[in-house]
Structure formats: C-alpha cells, structure tokens
C-alpha cells in the first residue's frame, strides 16, 4: 500500500484544517488506518485510528473531542478532520496502515505516508 497524505498547512488556534491520505495498492479496505504526529524534538505519538470498515475509531486523550478520522472505502481515503486547533497540535502528521485491527502502536502499523505538516500559530 502507497500512502500519500495532504491537506496540512499553517491555521490560526481556534481553526481548523482537514487531512487526507490516499491509498494506492492493495485493497484499501482490508486495512485498518492511523494517524500520528510528531512535534520537532519529540517521538511520535499516536492521534486517532480507524478500523477497516469504519466503525470502530479511537483517539488520544489529547485530541479527542476536536479531531475526528473518518474513512471513505470507495475512495481508498481517510480523513483526519480537526478543530480547534492549538499551538501543540503543530507537528508533521502521519498516516498509516495496518492489516490487522487499529493499534495505539506505531509499531503495529505496516506502511507509512511521507507526512503532512501542521503548523498552528497563536
């Protein structure tokens, strides 16, 4: 699976700003999908992930209640919708697939975006 993430860029706190990751390969729907960040001087860490069908989401204590993942199949795309947004949220963000259920673990997850930065200003 070839994964391409888009949609960062540099939003204001309080903004908003959707991320995309597009899935090229094998089939897009055997897999479960995550996103992770990671802030310049920190390991990555784990945002929300999504199981292959969809219903099934899990977030970070961090983000949850203003980040939602979401999936379109038909699409071989998932989403990372995120809302008020704050200065801690800048990172470059990660997208990733895996053939069994969602994980926290970076470990656990088989293929990898390039990564997406987001920057948040105060």
């Known amino acids: 699976v070839q994964l391409q993430a888009s949609g960062g860029g540099l939003v204001q706190a309080g903004g908003s700003l959707r991320l995309s990751c597009a899935a090229a390969?094998?089939?897009?729907?055997?897999?479960?999908m995550g996103w992770f960040r990671q802030a310049p001087g920190k390991e990555r860490e784990f945002v929300a992930a999504?199981?292959?069908?969809?219903?099934?989401?899990s977030y970070a204590d961090s983000v949850k209640g203003r980040f939602t993942i979401s999936r379109d199949n038909a699409k071989n795309t998932v989403y990372l919708q995120m809302n008020s947004l704050k200065p801690e949220d800048t990172a470059v963000y990660y997208c990733?697939?895996?053939?069994?259920?969602?994980?926290?673990?970076?470990?656990?997850?088989?293929?990898w975006g390039q990564g997406t930065l987001v920057t948040v200003l105060q």
């Open positions: 990733a697939a895996r053939r069994r259920g969602l994980s926290w673990s970076s470990k656990e997850y088989d293929y």
């Open positions: 390969g094998r089939t897009f729907g055997n897999y479960a």
């Open positions: 999504i199981s292959w069908s969809g219903g099934s989401t």
